[in-house]
């Protein structure tokens, strides 16, 4: 059912962008990753790598995103996904997350920090059988316990009426809890530290039955999931991985090919305007796994005079005067055609077992060129 709710917002958002006219066209820059994820964060991957924030948002809205999280959303450029496992005892007693400070970056703010948790629904007959006098779920429900680094942080009541559903599980924001420890661990942070947060059942419920009885599914694709949305400074995760797989990259080319570059510069058509080129790479060249690469673009042509006044300023239409006029001693250089219109990458990496991450790459795609 979920699956086939991913295909739809994929069909939905698809339509929704053809239909509409906006100055900028953008063909996608790569498909969702072609390996088994968690459902929600492929849904996640598909919104933020849409060609502009409106059209984002009311991809956000389709997936149940609430307003005020789809701001946080939006400005975040790093998202980390943590895949919940069943705790220390397997069996199915609580779900436990550990979030690796090597993983969630010191350098980052985190905006937002949601929990993801789909439970199937139960019949009466069911809820019946798991109802005890000291836990009578017919009548009031179960609770949830979230436990942050052995505290216990809130409390989720899932009524009646809840367990009858197919529903995602709605949790209380838990950002201001992961940043309080962060800031207070922050001077005293090493790669061996991480959050532990856990959601367990009520005593009073835990010894009658587990989180998988109450419909809670682990299902591959569907795994409980810690979605992390982080901002990066520019000299932080995104910018400091991307230059740092970019210099692994060039490394290992130029030891596997000791002797002088074979490599040629793509042919320019000199003899037409400024002009956008469409020019791909690998996804290899950044360090991401995924098959396939993405537009880069990068423009050329000239600047001669005269240049067409709808893709100029007047700046650069002067310049381009006086360089081929020869009216004045001391000539400025001609205008260069550059581009003026970029967007985002959005790269989609399974870092471990359970982890997963998403980074953004602002103004990395040329859409539109001209002279400067």
């Given at each position: 059912m979920l699956f086939v709710a991913h295909i739809l917002l994929l069909t939905t958002m698809a339509f929704f962008m053809t239909a509409q006219t906006a100055p900028l066209s953008r063909e996608p820059l790569a498909d969702a990753p072609k390996r088994k994820a968690p459902e929600f964060l492929l849904s996640i991957y598909s919104c933020i790598n849409l060609h502009d924030d409106d059209t984002a948002r009311t991809c956000l809205n389709f997936i149940g995103k609430k307003q005020e999280k789809?701001?946080?959303?939006?400005?975040?450029?790093?998202?980390?996904?943590?895949?919940?496992?069943?705790g220390s005892s397997h069996n199915d007693s609580d779900v436990s997350f550990k979030i690796t400070h090597t993983s969630?970056?010191?350098?980052?703010?985190v905006l937002s920090a949601d929990l993801e948790l789909f439970k199937k629904s139960l019949n009466e007959s069911e809820i019946e059988d798991l109802s005890t006098e000291k836990c009578n779920i017919s009548k009031d429900g179960v609770n949830l316990k979230l436990i942050l680094n052995k505290e216990m942080i809130d409390t989720v009541t899932l009524t009646p009426s809840d367990l009858r559903e197919d529903k995602w599980i709605d949790f209380p924001p838990i950002e201001k809890w992961y940043n309080k420890w962060l800031k207070k661990q922050n001077s005293s942070l090493t790669n061996d530290d991480y959050v532990h947060l856990q959601l367990v059942l009520s005593p009073e419920c835990s010894t009658h039955f587990s989180l998988k009885d109450i419909g809670v599914t682990t299902a591959e694709g569907y795994e409980p999931l810690l979605v992390i949305y982080a901002q990066s400074p520019r000299d932080g995760l995104a910018d400091q991985l991307f230059h740092e797989k970019l210099s692994n990259y060039i490394k290992s080319k130029r030891s596997a090919q000791p002797t002088e570059s074979t490599s040629k510069i793509h042919p320019v058509n000199k003899t037409i305007p400024c002009h956008l080129v469409n020019y791909s790479i690998p996804y290899q060249v950044i360090g991401s796994p995924v098959a396939g690469g993405f537009n880069l673009n990068f423009c050329g042509g000239h600047c001669l005079f005269p240049l067409p006044a709808n893709n100029t300023v007047n700046h650069a239409m002067l310049v381009a005067y006086i360089y081929a006029s020869n009216q004045v001693p001391l000539k400025p250089p001609q205008p260069c055609c550059t581009p003026t219109s970029y967007l985002s990458l959005v790269t989609f990496k399974k870092e471990t077992s359970t982890t997963y991450i998403l980074v953004k790459y602002e103004q990395m795609t040329a859409v539109a060129c001209s002279c400067r």
């Amino acid at each position: 059912m979920l699956f086939v709710a991913h295909i739809l917002l994929l069909t939905t958002m698809a339509f929704f962008m053809t239909a509409q006219t906006a100055p900028l066209s953008r063909e996608p820059l790569a498909d969702a990753p072609k390996r088994k994820a968690p459902e929600f964060l492929l849904s996640i991957y598909s919104c933020i790598n849409l060609h502009d924030d409106d059209t984002a948002r009311t991809c956000l809205n389709f997936i149940g995103k609430k307003q005020e999280k789809i701001e946080e959303i939006i400005k975040a450029n790093a998202v980390w996904g943590f895949v919940g496992m069943n705790g220390s005892s397997h069996n199915d007693s609580d779900v436990s997350f550990k979030i690796t400070h090597t993983s969630s970056s010191r350098d980052a703010k985190v905006l937002s920090a949601d929990l993801e948790l789909f439970k199937k629904s139960l019949n009466e007959s069911e809820i019946e059988d798991l109802s005890t006098e000291k836990c009578n779920i017919s009548k009031d429900g179960v609770n949830l316990k979230l436990i942050l680094n052995k505290e216990m942080i809130d409390t989720v009541t899932l009524t009646p009426s809840d367990l009858r559903e197919d529903k995602w599980i709605d949790f209380p924001p838990i950002e201001k809890w992961y940043n309080k420890w962060l800031k207070k661990q922050n001077s005293s942070l090493t790669n061996d530290d991480y959050v532990h947060l856990q959601l367990v059942l009520s005593p009073e419920c835990s010894t009658h039955f587990s989180l998988k009885d109450i419909g809670v599914t682990t299902a591959e694709g569907y795994e409980p999931l810690l979605v992390i949305y982080a901002q990066s400074p520019r000299d932080g995760l995104a910018d400091q991985l991307f230059h740092e797989k970019l210099s692994n990259y060039i490394k290992s080319k130029r030891s596997a090919q000791p002797t002088e570059s074979t490599s040629k510069i793509h042919p320019v058509n000199k003899t037409i305007p400024c002009h956008l080129v469409n020019y791909s790479i690998p996804y290899q060249v950044i360090g991401s796994p995924v098959a396939g690469g993405f537009n880069l673009n990068f423009c050329g042509g000239h600047c001669l005079f005269p240049l067409p006044a709808n893709n100029t300023v007047n700046h650069a239409m002067l310049v381009a005067y006086i360089y081929a006029s020869n009216q004045v001693p001391l000539k400025p250089p001609q205008p260069c055609c550059t581009p003026t219109s970029y967007l985002s990458l959005v790269t989609f990496k399974k870092e471990t077992s359970t982890t997963y991450i998403l980074v953004k790459y602002e103004q990395m795609t040329a859409v539109a060129c001209s002279c400067r």
